[in-house]
């Protein structure tokens, strides 16, 4: 049974940096890319990141890029997202979610986390 | 990478069908298959519901079914239940390999 368990939110004022962790199990990590998808309180899904399977390609949404960093350990069966110069707009509750492609990318996915929430506040 | 653009609420009573949109532009729905639509209960996080515009994931119902015609893909949900009210959010790749949700619409039953 795939299960992916998030952890690292927490508060963080505006311009302060936090690192999100994904730890996967049931299935064979390294074998799926993975991704990040937030969601702020009472508002629509916002596709953050992708990282393929063997970590060589990586993705990201214009509102992150070049302050969010996807990576992958696949000993860990983990994967992180390391977030700089947080904005109030970064807030939300992050997932992490696999994709459904088995070494090839197919950009949907049915194996969501519970989230984790990050709150960027002064 | 503007969202896609989806209806804020559509509403049908129980049996019927109910059909809402999701558009987008020629560098996302309108450029490939990779229509995806996904439907998420409050508190609970998202269930895929349709992939690669019109498939749908094992265990998934019949009743729920996608298409699309040029930048423009549809759900329908046939046979509205009451365990049908939800939020339903589309998604898209896009040209620059990102993926790109729509705004959600909300599906009440009467």
């Known amino acids: 049974q795939v299960q992916l368990v998030e952890s690292g939110g927490g508060v963080v004022q505006p311009g302060g940096s936090l690192r999100l962790s994904c730890a996967a199990s049931?299935?064979?990590?390294?074998?799926?890319?993975m991704h990040w998808v937030r969601q702020a309180p009472g508002k629509g899904l916002d596709w953050v990141a992708i990282?393929?399977?063997?970590?060589?390609?990586?993705h990201y949404a214009d509102s992150v890029k070049g302050r969010f960093t996807i990576s992958r350990d696949n000993s860990k069966n983990t994967v992180y997202l390391q977030m700089k110069s947080l904005r109030l707009e970064d807030s939300a509750l992050y997932y992490c979610a696999r994709d459904w492609g088995e070494k090839q990318l197919e950009y949907y996915f049915d194996d969501w986390g519970q989230g984790t929430l990050v709150t960027v506040s002064s | 990478q503007s969202a896609l653009t989806q209806p804020a609420s559509v509403s049908g009573s129980p049996g019927q069908s109910i059909t809402f949109s999701c558009i987008g532009t020629s560098s996302d729905v309108g450029g490939y298959t990779y229509v995806s639509w996904y439907q998420q209960h409050p508190g609970k996080a998202p269930k895929l519901m349709i992939y690669?515009?019109?498939n749908r994931p094992s265990g998934v119902s019949n009743r729920f079914s996608g298409s699309k015609s040029g930048s423009t893909a549809s759900l329908t949900i046939s046979g509205l239940r009451a365990e049908d009210e939800a939020d339903y959010y589309c998604s898209s790749y896009t040209t620059s390999s990102t993926l790109v949700f729509g705004t959600g619409t909300k599906v009440t039953v009467l």
């Open positions: 049931g299935f064979t990590f390294s074998n799926y890319g």
């Open positions: 690669d515009v019109n």
């Open positions: 990282i393929s399977y063997d970590g060589s390609r990586e």
